[in-house]
């Protein structure tokens, strides 16, 4: 099947939206990306289902998405199926303790109404952009905690097995990593708090937006952090002392503020940020022994220089 044909057959199938040919610079915080070849909003877990049989029959590569808060897609865009969950992966319920989120709440959202019901555990995600199953897969955190530690369980959609509900301790949560495999689509997660003080709880969040006000670029269109940290150092500072703050490229800039940021100044391409991606592994392997290591995901294909 073409993927013309695949597109109608999708329009036929599914209530989301199909798209073709969708700038991917309109689903990322970098403001980045080419053209993805389809994309595909899944309103209901029929319309997901679907659209991963179908893909995957026709062996067109296929990939969930969140926010896109932690992507960098070519600026020749991604040739294959770009999925995003639509509205029956927005609820989110609270039993007691423990918040069941659909993957596509807003982490923010969860974070906020954990606070408001005196809920505490999610005060070191506050400031992550992004969605409940984009943290998940990530294993988004920060040096306080990650999201793996208070995950309960998580539902995913694997097309072998379908729908599981995975306990959170069967997985191999690490740093930016949930270890669910790559064809696994998260759509749900609990989430296991605790009762604290509403006090207690804004005063870690307050103390977390300060630290990310004080040291992040605000503002600027970025993917957070570009690199993970090394064992025992940080990427930051290890690009910041090989002194490349302020270093740019096209549209690109190493942050001044906190040096393993690359922001989009305006009209950056992709081109223009792996260009500095290589440059800070470059000149920090030369300068120090250290290879660094992407932490944002690299979406499509991309020429390197
Ligand atoms: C200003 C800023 C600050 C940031 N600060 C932090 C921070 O402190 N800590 C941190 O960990 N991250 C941080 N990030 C990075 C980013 O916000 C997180 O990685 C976030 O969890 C990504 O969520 P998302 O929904 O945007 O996922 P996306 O960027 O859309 O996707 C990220 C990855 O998750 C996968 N994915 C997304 N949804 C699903 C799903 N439902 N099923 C399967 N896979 C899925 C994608 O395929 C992709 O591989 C920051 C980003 C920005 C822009």
């Not at 932690?70 to 423990?98: C, M, S, T, W």
């Not at 897969?137 to 920060?142: F, I, L």
Request: charged share 25%; net charge negative.
């Amino acid at each position: 099947m073409s993927v013309d044909t695949l597109e109608r057959y999708l329009r036929s199938k599914l209530r989301g939206d199909v798209r073709r040919h969708e700038p991917m610079a309109r689903h990322t915080t970098y403001r980045i990306g080419g053209p993805a070849e389809l994309f595909i909003t899944c309103e209901t877990m029929t319309d997901l289902i679907e659209t991963v049989r179908s893909c995957d029959a026709e062996g067109l590569e296929r990939i969930t998405i969140g926010k896109g808060s932690n992507l960098l897609v070519a600026d020749g865009g991604y040739p294959g199926a770009v999925i995003a969950l639509g509205d029956e992966f927005k609820a989110h319920r609270v039993q007691g303790a423990e918040i069941e989120a659909g993957a596509a709440c807003i982490l923010a959202f969860v974070v906020r109404d954990a606070y408001s019901r005196g809920l505490g555990g999610m005060e070191f995600a506050v400031g992550i952009p992004g969605t409940v199953g984009g943290a998940i897969a990530m294993n988004a955190g920060t040096g306080a905690d990650w999201i793996g530690a208070v995950a309960g369980s998580v539902t995913v959609y694997l097309p072998d097995a379908g729908l599981q509900r995975l306990r959170a301790d069967e997985l191999e949560w690490e740093y930016r990593s949930s270890g669910l495999p790559a064809a696994a689509v998260v759509v749900e997660t609990t989430l296991r708090l605790h009762e604290a003080e509403q006090q207690a709880i804004r005063a870690m969040m307050d103390a977390g937006l300060e630290r990310r006000k004080r040291t992040q670029p605000i503002g600027m269109p970025s993917a957070g952090s570009v690199f993970r940290n090394p064992p025992g150092d940080s990427a930051g500072r290890l690009i910041e002392s090989a002194g490349l703050k302020g270093t740019r490229l096209g549209g690109a800039r190493i942050s001044e503020v906190h040096a393993n940021f690359i922001v989009n100044d305006g009209g950056a391409t992709a081109a223009d940020v792996l260009g500095l991606v290589r440059k800070a592994q470059m000149t920090v392997r030369d300068a120090h022994g250290i290879q660094l290591t992407p932490e944002i995901k690299l979406l499509g294909t991309f020429e390197e220089a």
